[in-house]
């Protein structure tokens, strides 16, 4: 155990405390002193022990219960991201199916207007004017140019069936994440409480010797997320993604911090859990205006890992991920379309950002996954 040659050292020092307590003089020495000293020294090695022990359970669950929530947390962006992926394409499909159905309405018209009485009889047989759209009777009645249209009516309209299906699965596993991260969150903050209560009921040597394992674990926990960084940008060297992209992948590109920002390269260093940093960190005033670096949709959210959060589903292809934004643009509403320069969040220290200064956590995902964004902001907000 971590903690076994640590508490040799404080009873150790513990005993020289006492001992420099206990009167040296020969004379005062007696067998009845030496064999109470001794009993004091037996004590204070078990109290500090205790102490000690108390403290590394109580951390050693803080930390795993911070762990749980981090990874039900990292879940529920991963789900929520989805989610704006599949409220995109289902918008998408509707402008498609809306256009559609418009083709199919004009065949209607042409075919009853072509003496097609059938056409009526089926209208008030189908259940639905989807189902007359897509009836075998209008595909009869159509031109082999139109049958593309009518086809692709009864393909997309399938599609955007499936897709919403899938959403409404998603939102249902979001609201049992979210369930999840309050109970998590109670749960950390009892044992955070019971670690506080660890440390101050103990002594003042005993505090001690807890500050001093604290800044053990702190740095060997610091020197594994180092060796898990430089691991991960390794990996991600040899994968091509360190490097970010090209200025040309994102024509049109305008820098997320409105006037600019002070930033540097941190892809890859080290965060709490063993993560790595997989954006760029964009400094300036607090609700400094962040805007829509490219035309696409907008969604809106909030996590306790990025704070007060924005995606911008770029028309390009690419997913941009603003975080720890102070608030969100009152003018404009999720899941709406916007220009490349239109404000979409307000630049602050949300989330598990709120100790540090104001900034933007800005990330750019093509297909979904995260490369190195530091090129292009410099490219561009330069």
């Given at each position: 155990m971590m903690i076994s040659r640590?508490?040799?050292?404080?009873?150790?020092?513990?005993?020289?405390?006492?001992?420099a307590a206990v009167p040296t003089g020969a004379s005062a020495q007696t067998e009845e002193d030496v064999e109470r000293a001794e009993d004091r020294l037996d004590t204070a090695r078990h109290e500090a022990g205790h102490a000690l022990d108390a403290w590394e359970q109580s951390q050693d669950e803080l930390e795993a219960a911070l762990l749980a929530l981090e990874e039900v947390t990292s879940q529920r962006e991963l789900l929520e991201y989805t989610i704006g992926l599949l409220e995109h394409k289902i918008e998408a499909y509707q402008g498609e199916i809306a256009e559609l159905k418009v083709i199919a309405r004009d065949l209607v018209i042409e075919a009853y207007t072509s003496g097609g009485r059938t056409i009526v009889t089926t209208a008030f047989e189908v259940g639905s004017i989807q189902d007359l759209l897509t009836s075998q009777v209008l595909?009869?009645?159509?031109?082999?140019?139109?049958?593309?249209?009518?086809?692709?009516?009864q393909s997309?309209?399938?599609?955007?069936?499936r897709l919403?299906?899938?959403?409404d699965e998603q939102r249902i596993e979001v609201e049992v994440l979210e369930a999840e991260t309050a109970t998590l969150v109670e749960r950390t903050g009892e044992l955070a409480e019971q670690a506080r209560a660890t440390y101050a009921s103990a002594t003042a040597a005993e505090r001690a010797a807890i500050d001093r394992l604290a800044k053990e674990r702190r740095e060997l926990q610091a020197a594994e997320a180092r060796r898990r960084a430089e691991e991960a940008a390794r990996v991600a060297g040899q994968s091509g993604k360190a490097?970010?992209?090209?200025?040309?992948?994102?024509?049109?590109?305008?820098?997320?911090?409105?006037?600019?920002?002070?930033f540097i390269n941190t892809w890859g260093a080290?965060?709490?859990?063993?993560?790595?940093?997989?954006?760029?960190?964009?400094?300036?005033?607090?609700?400094?205006?962040?805007?829509?670096?490219?035309?696409?949709?907008?969604?809106?959210?909030?996590?306790?890992?990025?704070?007060?959060?924005?995606?911008v589903y770029g028309d390009d292809g690419i997913t941009y991920y603003y975080a720890h934004l102070e608030s969100h643009p009152t003018n404009i509403s999720s899941g709406q379309r916007v220009s490349a320069g239109t404000i979409v969040g307000y630049l602050g220290s949300s989330g598990n950002a709120r100790f540090t200064s104001p900034h933007v956590h800005f990330e750019i995902r093509p297909n979904g996954v995260a490369v190195n964004p530091y090129p292009t902001v410099r490219h561009y907000c330069s």
């Open positions: 640590f508490s040799r050292a404080v009873v150790v020092a513990v005993m020289f405390a006492l001992m595909i009869d009645n159509a031109a082999s140019r139109d049958l593309a249209d009518l086809d692709r009516l997309v309209s399938r599609e955007m069936d919403t299906i899938d959403l490097g970010g992209l090209p200025p040309e992948a994102t024509p049109g590109f305008q820098c997320p911090v409105l006037g600019g920002a002070s080290p965060r709490s859990g063993g993560r790595t940093h997989k954006g760029v960190d964009m400094f300036n005033s607090r609700n400094t205006p962040l805007v829509a670096v490219v035309d696409g949709t907008v969604r809106f959210s909030s996590n306790s890992l990025g704070g007060v959060s924005t995606h």
